[in-house]
């Protein structure tokens, strides 16, 4: 109903259709080309070589300085080939979090023993970038992943808890990342939480109004720069919840929500319904020893954070988060339907 009534048809019609079609096109994709075995290890693999062009393009910048500036903040920032550091550190956490399960998921044979397949070199390389991205949410999002994957993995949880300490302590030592850390406890005028929070009590202001169908797709930005009387400023949302609550009211905020437990619900019942087993398969002629249960977990793992990260950041309006989430969920469902552990 929201949409019959916008003022903003247009451009609405053309975001929901690149979340929608994105989103259900990348599932499709995943369980009808890539739901076997082999072809959810493809779209792992993939998804980690991902990395090769954001490298390359993040060690230009820092060799030329030519870093990200906001508006609101002096700070350094690598972004790479995103718009934003932000976007970039929301697809890091992403790949961080891929990597790390995958590490302790794929072991490569050899003659009377077995290693990791992959190496820790490039998770470190990309933890310092993804530190320098100085997104604090996501910095925070993928404390969450790792917190999930130590206590699935005992063996890790050790290790974990103390490298995770280690890397707090000397990031203190680093002036702009402890400035950083500590900003999310102090409010000062201008800065980047306080100018979202002055964004989501405008947006949530307004609501208020029109709290059954929302204002339309597509509307929030008009919406904000309506009640703030100006044309300058950042009208970017920085919430999935405060987004769809404004443009699609109640009606489209649960929506949102069915949407993303929906995928979640079925994420988890095919993990938890996987037998636990290491199975060794062939795979770009070599043989691998794989957990494709904990492997599974990965599009669980996904949708389990980006949940509490739609309330802080929009993962929604995030092409690569939310592409790379629906395309492993159809890979495994496609992979666990011929399983017949779907439930």
């Not at 938890?272 to 398969?281: A, F, K, L």
Request: charged share 15%; hydrophobic share 50%; with cysteine.
């Amino acid at each position: 109903p929201s949409f019959i009534f916008s003022e903003y048809k247009i451009f609405g019609l053309a975001y929901y259709w690149f979340f929608l079609v994105s989103a259900f096109g990348a599932y499709f994709l995943g369980y009808f080309l890539f739901g076997t075995k082999r072809g959810y290890l493809k779209i792992i693999f993939a998804i980690l070589l991902s990395t090769i062009i954001p490298i390359l393009v993040g060690l230009k910048q820092i060799i030329t300085l030519d870093f990200f500036y906001s508006n609101d903040t002096a700070l350094p920032r690598l972004s790479t080939i995103f718009d934003h550091p932000n976007k970039f550190a929301s697809y890091l956490f992403v790949i961080l979090g891929i990597y790390l399960i995958s590490y302790l998921a794929i072991r490569i044979k050899r003659k009377n023993s077995q290693s990791h397949a992959l190496s820790l070199l490039p998770f470190i390389v990309l933890g310092l970038f993804f530190l320098f991205t100085f997104s604090r949410t996501s910095w925070i999002a993928f404390a969450i992943i790792v917190f999930i994957i130590a206590f699935l993995k005992k063996e890790i949880r050790f290790p974990a808890t103390y490298l995770g300490s280690l890397m707090l302590f000397f990031s203190l030592f680093i002036g702009k990342v402890r400035d950083r850390i500590m900003g999310i406890f102090v409010r000062e005028y201008g800065d980047t939480l306080s100018g979202r929070m002055e964004t989501w009590n405008m947006a949530l202001f307004e609501f208020k109004k029109n709290y059954w169908i929302g204002y339309g797709p597509g509307s929030f930005k008009e919406v904000i720069k309506t009640v703030s009387g100006t044309d300058i400023g950042n009208f970017y949302p920085h919430s999935d919840a405060v987004l769809f609550l404004l443009e699609g009211g109640i009606i489209g905020f649960f929506s949102y929500l069915i949407y993303l437990f929906s995928a979640l619900y079925y994420a988890f019942s095919s993990y938890r319904h996987y037998p636990t087993q290491t199975e060794n398969i062939i795979f770009a002629k070599r043989e691998f020893s794989v957990d494709f249960k904990f492997l599974g977990f990965i599009p669980c793992l996904l949708f389990l954070v980006m949940i509490p990260y739609s309330f802080a950041e929009a993962p929604a309006l995030d092409f690569i988060y939310l592409t790379y989430a629906w395309i492993l969920l159809g890979s495994w469902l496609g992979l666990a339907n011929k399983e017949k552990v779907v439930r």
